[in-house]
């Protein structure tokens, strides 16, 4: 739709994005290099460079600025500034009260952020690593999703679940794991996944004015991704998906660090004279099937990458949701490169072997559209 | 009198077993008795103090425990009685219901511990909070919840408190600060002292009141939660409703420590009876 198009931001051959009107707004995101040229389009634009963490915070700040009930618990998030630092310098800002640090349990505080939110407040509850949240899987499943349906409407909890998850680098197999695809199936949980300090800002004020409790997925190997972001203040719409390439030949569904996998692979992919359209799914939960469905009925050929594991993956109810609704539209099975279902391994050629590299996106593609 | 068997049913009515059995056995209950007049001999409905000595002295957890003289009237303690015999009536009349099928899937009656929360509501307002686990009927009640809504709850009913949707384990009732009615052991206490640290947060000067039994009292994010509020100060009052089995298994088979009111550790406790 208009709106939709509108809304989504395209992206130009350059690397950079345009809105509808020509005006320049962000940059394709890069990893942060010390020679990394600044490319000429970022130099004449409006806007402010920052890291993803610090648009994160950003996005944060300014909430718990706008409205007194926002406050965030998690382990260092307070004196110590964070783990990752997006909460870096709102202790000082806004008082112990305001962002708590927690001893290290995880079922309890989530469980006490789930009461706050009952009674009225807006917490951001950080997992140092989300594979921690598994300890308060309960909560976040009987309580925070449940409560809004089980008490007839009467409570809502508009809790913001947040943190870094995904596959990093040599973290080990208890510190590499996935959890959007163990939470996908919670009712009355929103899930989206932020890939570029753009959309993470957008998202996580989003997240926090949202009445439903969302889980805001971040990656670990994104923290330091750079990019200009507009300077006023701006939201993006949780349910929607983002155009990250048009093209023609095929559709490649992706979320996350992913993104920057398949992008890797699309620049081999041009060179070889394929077309594809990469859309960052965002929206874990629910999917942006308008977009997706547009995209698949003008392309005809689905490639989905995701970080998750192949059992029980997104990936795996995407391609149901797919199938279910655009059936007709295809004209090759839908495929799905997903993690290998193991334990992530400690050694780095192991642990680049469960992941899914670009190589074989291209492989996928062109088994795709022959 | 009984209809033949053969003969279709009356327009208007239900043909089904079920119902049939409900109006019968609304038939059998004893219908409501209208208040005792106050010149009956037996029971008082002056408002003249009284004051009376608790049966049992309370045994303290590094805290001055409270005195045993409790201040109240001959009207009040009618009240409680009438409230806590209202409870008993109502847990016993939703086990005959249970039995009868018309209330499905789990049904945790109440019945024994009415003193609890008749008690507690004496003491506080309806501003404090208050927060449970399954066992959640006669607090629902206690909170100014009516029979009605409490029965259409538990039969599934769009009037029930929770539109039908919640069932047994779920009654809630925002109005009056109770919230809930849960089914897993133990996660209403994380959720408590999240009150208890809202309160704190507006500034309310109002307590929350977590109740447990003693099956959860060997949860573990229960001392996690503990360790939290006493850390950051926050109004949350853990009440251990003990009725001596957890599920289906004796206290003393399950807990290494009885004495639920002393592991707070560092934070004080009370053992009431």
């Known amino acids: 739709s208009a709106s939709a198009a509108a809304r989504s931001v395209r992206v130009a051959r350059s690397g950079a994005a345009v809105r509808p009107g020509g005006r320049l707004v962000a940059c394709a995101a890069v990893a942060t290099k010390a020679d990394a040229p600044a490319s000429e389009a970022a130099s004449k634009s409006e806007g402010h460079e920052v890291l993803l963490f610090e648009a994160l915070r950003e996005g944060l700040m300014e909430e718990m600025q706008a409205d007194p009930t926002v406050c965030v618990f998690g382990e260092d998030v307070g004196h110590y500034g964070g783990s990752y630092k997006v909460t870096k310098g709102l202790a000082d800002m806004f008082g112990d009260l305001r962002v708590l640090d927690t001893p290290i349990a995880e079922n309890s505080f989530t469980g006490m952020g789930v009461g706050a939110g009952m009674k009225g407040l807006r917490p951001v509850v950080e997992g140092m690593n989300m594979g921690f949240l598994l300890l308060a899987y309960n909560q976040i499943s009987n309580n925070c999703g449940m409560l809004h349906y089980t008490s007839g409407g009467q409570f809502k909890i508009p809790l913001v679940i947040r943190g870094p998850g995904g596959v990093g680098r040599q973290l080990g197999a208890e510190h590499s794991q996935r959890l959007e695809s163990y939470f996908q199936s919670i009712p009355g949980l929103q899930m989206v996944a932020c890939s570029t300090p753009y959309n993470a800002k957008g998202l996580m004020k989003a997240a926090i004015r949202s009445e439903n409790p969302v889980v805001l997925f971040e990656h670990v190997l994104l923290y330091n991704l750079k990019e200009k972001i507009p300077d006023e203040e701006y939201t993006l719409c949780l349910e929607e998906a983002e155009m990250v390439r048009p093209g023609e030949h095929v559709t490649i569904l992706t979320y996350s660090r992913m993104r920057y996998h398949v992008m890797q692979a699309a620049k081999t992919l041009v060179n070889k004279g394929y077309d594809p359209e990469v859309i960052d799914i965002r929206s874990l939960k629910p999917f942006d099937l308008h977009t997706i469905g547009n995209s698949i009925k003008k392309t005809h050929r689905v490639l989905i990458v995701e970080e998750c594991m192949r059992t029980g993956g997104i990936g795996a109810s995407l391609r149901s949701a797919i199938i279910d609704n655009f059936w007709d539209y295809l004209d090759a099975p839908i495929m799905c490169l997903s993690s290998q279902d193991v334990p992530t391994p400690y050694a780095a050629t192991l642990e680049d072997a469960t992941v899914v590299q670009p190589a074989q996106i291209v492989a996928a593609v062109e088994q795709i559209c022959q | ?273």
């Open chain 2, 1 to 273: 009198p009984p209809r033949p068997a053969s003969a279709p049913p009356p327009p208007g009515t239900l043909a089904s077993q079920p119902a049939m059995a409900a109006a019968m056995l609304l038939r059998r209950l004893p219908a409501a008795r209208p208040p005792l007049m106050a010149a009956t001999r037996l029971i008082s409905d002056s408002t003249a103090p009284l004051t009376i000595e608790t049966s049992m002295p309370f045994t303290a957890h590094i805290v001055d425990p409270p005195s045993r003289d409790v201040a109240t009237t001959p009207a009040e303690l009618v009240a409680f009685f009438h409230d806590m015999s209202l409870m008993r009536r109502m847990e016993i009349a939703a086990d005959s219901l249970y039995k009868a099928k018309l209330i499905r899937g789990f049904c945790h009656l109440y019945d024994g511990q009415e003193a609890v929360c008749a008690g507690m509501e004496a003491a506080i307002t309806r501003k404090d909070s208050i927060i449970t686990a399954y066992r959640d009927h006669c607090i629902f009640l206690s909170r100014g919840g009516d029979l009605v809504t409490a029965f259409a709850e538990l039969m599934g009913r769009q009037v029930g408190c929770s539109r039908g949707k919640g069932g047994s384990m779920h009654f809630y009732k925002k109005d009056a600060n109770f919230y809930g009615g849960h089914g897993i052991v133990g996660a209403q206490v994380p959720l408590g002292c999240g009150l208890a640290f809202a309160q704190k947060y507006r500034k309310e000067d109002t307590v929350s009141f977590s109740l447990y039994g003693d099956g959860a009292a060997n949860q573990g994010q229960l001392f996690e939660a503990l360790n939290i509020s006493a850390l950051w100060k926050l109004p949350a009052i853990l009440v251990c409703e003990n009725n001596h089995y957890g599920m289906g298994t004796a206290e003393w088979r399950a807990a290494k420590s009885p004495s639920y009111y002393k592991r707070g550790d560092y934070v004080p406790g009370l053992k009431v009876i």
